[in-house]
Structure formats: C-alpha cells, structure tokens
C-alpha cells in the first residue's frame, strides 16, 4: 500500500480526550470495522468485502502504528512531560 492516489489528499485532526473512543466492530458475514470518535467526529475504516493481500498488509501497518502510538503517549504520561504543542498537521511522521 505504498503511495497514494495522485490528485488532492483531505486531512482530519481529531482531538483526543477522555471521551475519544477507539472501537474494533467484528462481524460474521461482513468485513470487520474501526472506528475512531473524538471531538464529536466519528471516522469508520471500512475494507471492501473481497479482501486482498494489501487490506492485509494495511491492517498490519495500522495495528503497528498504533502500538507505537500508544507506547509514545505512556512514556510521555510516565514522564510527567507535556508532549509538545502541535498545530493540525505539523510534526507527522508518516
């Protein structure tokens, strides 16, 4: 999945709080969902219902990014540091 779509790319900051959400939606007969709901935004992935190595590997990638994501937020929470202030979409490592 390397690479985008040529043309314009949307963004969307999302601010996390303590009632942001991170929901994994298993389903039998369908591909599963993810959703995400923060500053009163919810974003759902959705993967087509014939899957191919790539929504595999896209997944893959997303719970890693996450993991790391996570282990960042708990060494700075640990730290007792702030984490430094950010305009949407400045400082990120894609």
Do not use: D, I
Request: charged fraction near 20%.
């Amino acid at each position: 999945m390397a690479g985008r779509a040529s043309g314009r790319m949307s963004a969307l900051t999302l601010p996390v709080n303590a009632k942001a959400t991170a929901k994994f939606l298993p389903y039998r007969s369908r591909t599963p969902l993810f959703s995400l709901t923060a500053g009163g935004v919810m974003v759902t992935l959705t993967m087509p219902e014939r899957l191919s190595a790539a929504e595999v590997e896209f997944a893959r990638v997303l719970a890693a990014q996450a993991a790391a994501y996570a282990v960042e937020v708990e060494r700075l929470y640990r730290s007792g540091r702030k984490s430094p202030g950010r305009s949407a979409g400045k400082g990120c490592v894609a």
